[in-house]
T-cell receptor, first 110, second 111 residues
Framework: GEDVEQSLFLSVREGDSSVINCTYTDSSSTYLYWYKQEPGAGLQLLTY?????DMKQDQRLTVLLNKKDKHLSLRIADTQTGDSAIYFC??????????FGTGTRLQVFP | DADVTQTPRNRITKTGKRIMLECSQT?????MYWYRQDPGLGLQLIYY???????NKGEISDGYSVSRQAQAKFSLSLESAIPNQTALYFCATRSVWGEQFFGPGTRLTVL
């Protein structure tokens, strides 16, 4: 079945870049998403990429997609303490359902 | 004002009680979803609705039911709550472009 995997934790120093990785199994994925969840809040869509793209940049965020390896990454440049949150990768294939990863908790320390 | 709202935000109830979680949206989207979030498990889809007359089961629908009262309203019911339904519940809508917008969540505790 469809599966999306992420590492559970990432810790970075303020000002450094963060790279959060995600792998998925559904070869029919059409869209891939990154969501951010801050404590006590819902999920906020950060960015998404179509499966026919290999890179998308949006201010401090860069999404890289390696469709052959089914690998997605989110790079946050100049990471700030306000970036501390849980980041979810999600993919949508031919069905209407989003399949979410387990989330990566990003901790930014001074 | 928030585009997707959920009520209540927190609820504590006892085993066997019937609970209804409500979701309203002002985004005008036809598609609405209910998810539950458990620590370390990401989000799991409970039910989804393409429009008022079209409701579908998700991965973990057992023990839950839904009602789509209008385009803007989608409620989730637990007919007889049990402790392993303790979780964070999210409602979401989806635009025609595929973006999903989430509500703030309802934290449900079943004792």
């Amino acid at each position: 079945g469809e599966d999306v995997e992420q590492s559970l934790f990432l810790s970075v120093r303020e000002g450094d870049s963060s790279v959060i990785n995600c792998t998925y199994t559904d070869s029919s994925s059409t869209y891939l998403y990154w969501y951010k969840q801050e404590p006590g809040a819902g999920l906020q869509l950060l960015t998404y990429i179509f499966s026919n793209m290999d890179m998308k940049q949006d201010q401090r965020l860069t999404v890289l997609l390696n469709k052959k390896d089914k690998h997605l990454s989110l790079r946050i440049a100049d990471t700030q303490t306000g970036d501390s949150a849980i980041y979810f990768c999600a993919e949508r294939g031919n069905t209407d359902k989003l399949i979410f990863g387990t989330g990566t908790r990003l901790q930014v320390f001074p | 004002d928030a585009d997707v709202t959920q009520t209540p935000r927190n609820r504590i109830t006892k085993t066997g009680k019937r609970i209804m979680l409500e979701c309203s949206q002002t985004k005008g989207h036809d598609r609405m979803y209910w998810y539950r979030q458990d620590p370390g498990l990401g989000l799991q889809l409970i039910y989804y609705s393409f429009d008022v007359k079209d409701i579908n089961k998700g991965e973990i629908s057992d023990g839950y039911s839904v009602s789509r009262q209008a385009q803007a309203k989608f409620s989730l019911s637990l007919e007889s709550a049990i402790p392993n339904q303790t979780a964070l519940y999210f409602c979401a809508t989806r635009s025609v472009w595929g973006e999903q917008f989430f509500g703030p969540g309802t934290r449900l505790t079943v004792l």
